[in-house]
């Protein structure tokens, strides 16, 4: 438990952190609340369910990329002569 002191000369009062609204806390309660708000969680849930699909195949379309830009780089140097 935390003590805060108030006015100069007055007792301090007791505080509990537990009860205590953080504002990360308030932020996520007013997202829920709100229909904008559950828009916004929406779109994130999304996010993250594109992202778990992508993450997995980015090396793959990385080393094909890679593969198909040196061919390009050949066949232009090779043209070039």
């Known amino acids: ?5 108030g006015e100069w000369g007055a007792e301090p009062e007791s505080i509990n952190p537990l009860e205590m ?11 829920f609340q709100e ?14 369910g594109i992202s778990i699909v992508i993450i997995p195949i980015a090396p793959d379309i990385g ?5 198909v830009y040196g061919n ?8 070039a002569g």
């Open 35 to 48: 229909e904008a708000g559950q828009d916004v969680i929406e779109y994130a849930l999304l996010a993250a």
């Open 63 to 67: 080393e094909q990329l890679v593969t």
């Open 72 to 79: 390009i780089l050949t066949a232009v140097t090779d043209l």
């Open 21 to 31: 609204e953080s504002p990360v806390k308030n932020l996520l309660k007013r997202l």
């Open 1 to 5: 438990m935390c003590l805060a002191v």
